[in-house]
T-cell receptor, first 116, second 115 residues
Framework: AQSVTQLGSHVSVSEGALVLLRCNYS??????LFWYVQYPNQGLQLLLKYTSAATLVKGINGFEAEFKKSETSFHLTKPSAHMSDAAEYFCAVSGTRSGGYQKVTFGTGTKLQVIP | DAEITQSPRHKITETGRQVTLACHQT?????MFWYRQDLGHGLRLIHYSYGVHDTNKGEVSDGYSVSRSNTEDLPLTLESAASSQTSVYFCASSESRSGRSDTQYFGPGTRLTVL
């Protein structure tokens, strides 16, 4: 079984402040982990992914995430928020197989608001 | 540039009607997926396909069907629309079947309202 928990459905930060979006996962096999971003009225697009190489993963637009096995976490950070970062962010885990399907489980999302 | 498109972007229909949502991708990907997005639930998988003539049920498939007659298209049909199927629907595609690290590429979504 696998699951993803995103703490905080809404997060507000000031422009220029640190962004920290939390994601905890559970997986019965070593997981692959993803962060996707969804801008208003658009589909999801990949920010970054962890595939068991480096534990610190750098993505697009200055975001990065660190895989911490001991904490079963994959939190997303950005040192300085920009107005254009306002969006909804989804954490996802790919681990177990269900029948012939490589199961991907998405979290419920965190909406990031950036205050000028 | 390769892309994945969905149509219509918005649809209002009545309970009991049959509705088909279109999804077309030019990535030449083998895998295609349909998800629904509801507040508090994130994305839930409805159906998926690993290639032409291959279709499989996801976790919330009741009341939905798909068919895959070519690589590019995976239409989603609601046989008899219900108010519980009011949602935003996303189509996605990915390249390889066995890749746990596969990125999924998403369309822009279809907002469906069932009255």
């Amino acid at each position: 079984a696998q699951s993803v928990t995103q703490l905080g459905s809404h997060v507000s930060v000031s422009e220029g402040a640190l962004v920290l979006l939390r994601c905890n996962y559970s997986s019965s096999v070593p997981p692959y982990l993803f962060w996707y971003v969804q801008y208003p009225n658009q589909g999801l697009q990949l920010l970054l992914k962890y595939t068991s190489a480096a534990t610190l993963v750098k993505g697009i637009n200055g975001f990065e995430a660190e895989f911490k096995k001991s904490e079963t976490s994959f939190h997303l950070t950005k040192p300085s928020a920009h107005m254009s970062d306002a969006a909804e962010y989804f954490c996802a885990v790919s681990g177990t197989r269900s029948g012939g399907y490589q199961k991907v489980t998405f979290g419920t999302g965190t909406k990031l608001q950036v205050i000028p | 540039d390769a892309e994945i498109t969905q149509s219509p972007r918005h649809k209002i229909t009545e309970t009991g009607r049959q509705v088909t949502l279109a999804c077309h991708q030019t990535w030449n990907h083998n895998n295609m997926f349909w998800y629904r997005q509801d507040l508090g639930h994130g994305l839930r998988l409805i159906h998926y396909s690993y290639g032409v003539h291959d279709t499989n049920k996801g976790e919330v498939s009741d009341g939905y069907s798909v068919s895959r007659s070519n690589t590019e298209d995976l239409p989603l049909t609601l046989e008899s629309a219900a108010s519980s199927q009011t949602s935003v629907y996303f189509c996605a595609s990915s390249e390889s079947r066995s890749g746990r690290s596969d990125t999924q590429y998403f369309g822009p979504g279809t907002r469906l309202t069932v009255l």
